[in-house]
Structures are given as C-alpha cells and as structure tokens.
Nanobody, 115 residues
C-alpha cells in the first residue's frame, strides 16, 4: 500500500509564495512520474506540473515561470514552489505519483490566495 501526505498549503496574499511538499511511503519500488494537479471550485481538475524520474519537467501554461516542481528521490518526496501567487491560483492541490502503471494520489491541500 502506498500513502501520500501533502503539506504546505494555506492562506497567502497575492504576490506571495508557498512551498508544497508531498511525501510518499509504503510499498514503493521505483517512482516514475511525480506531479501536481489542482481543482478550483466549479472547475475541472487540471495538471499543474509534473517531473519524470530523470528530472524532465512539464508545466501548465498558466503557471510557467511562477511554479517550480522538484523531487528528492532518496526521500520519495516532491515539492512545488509557488511564487507570485494570484487569486486564480486558489484551489485544492493534489499530488500524485506513478509507479509502473499505477497512479496514487494525495488527499489534497488547500491553497487560498486572498488579500
């Protein structure tokens, strides 16, 4: 069984920064892709960023240049550095990992951007 635990969400003013973390534990062999989705109220879940095992990253156009995804393979942990936050970034952020052909999800962490 695989568990993902997210941390780092919260309330931040526009222009502020947050760092989200997602730690994976359990029956983990090799993690291929790690990433983050988000879902705002009334909207579909969207891919924010992903990173492969060799460090190749991919970002949604709306966050490119502001968000940075990284991973620590030794700790089975991924991070999402979020800068220059905008109100439209308000959402629940979900981390995921892919092990072979299976995907595992975290419970989500709320990010609220408001003055």
């Amino acid at each position: 069984q695989v568990q993902l635990v997210e941390s780092g969400g919260g309330l931040v003013q526009p222009g502020g920064s947050l760092r989200l973390s997602c730690a994976a534990s359990g029956d983990i062999s090799r993690i291929y892709t790690m990433g983050w989705y988000r879902q705002a109220p009334g909207k579909q879940r969207e891919l924010v960023a992903s990173i492969t095992a060799d460090g190749t990253t991919n970002y949604a156009a709306s966050v490119k240049g502001r968000f940075t995804i990284s991973r620590d393979n030794g700790r089975n942990t991924e991070y999402l550095q979020i800068n220059s936050l905008k109100p439209e970034d308000t959402a629940v952020y979900y981390c995921y990992i892919r092990i072979q052909f299976k995907y595992y999800w975290g419970p989500g962490t709320q990010v609220t951007v408001s003055s």
